[in-house]
């Protein structure tokens, strides 16, 4: 991957008079005519998220209880839980749709359940 542009370089390239060809400018900010292709026409000077729009949520609610309930009780580790996840009820999850989805669940790691266990005593 190559150096990225900051957003000062950004805003230069967009207000660049037209007469000024992309490979002038290239040149001159010693980057590519891609680059300056891509931020040249666009509106902002800002990064695009790279996750994608439409992730792929393969659980339903009611399994996405399951998996929590069984991470909890059983204190099942990440590649444990893809295992039971895949036998049980979604063969097509992948490990890290089941990452995704206890972070999105706000479900504690297992240090965090193991220090919420010490602290009840």
Request: cysteine-free.
């Amino acid at each position: 991957m190559g150096a990225t542009t900051a957003p000062k370089i950004r805003a230069e390239i967009q207000s660049a008079p037209s007469s000024i060809t992309d490979s002038e400018l290239a040149r001159q900010y010693g980057i590519t005519t891609a680059t300056i292709r891509r931020w040249r026409y666009r509106d902002d000077v800002h990064d695009r998220p790279h996750t994608r729009h439409n992730l792929l949520a393969t659980l339903t609610t009611e399994q996405e209880e399951v998996l929590i309930a069984a991470r909890e009780f059983l204190r099942l580790g990440l590649d444990d839980l893809l295992v039971v996840a895949r036998e049980f009820l979604n063969a097509r999850l992948s490990r890290s749709g089941l990452h995704r989805m206890l972070k999105r669940r706000d479900v504690p790691t297992l240090a965090e359940l193991a220090r919420q266990v010490r602290r009840r005593g």
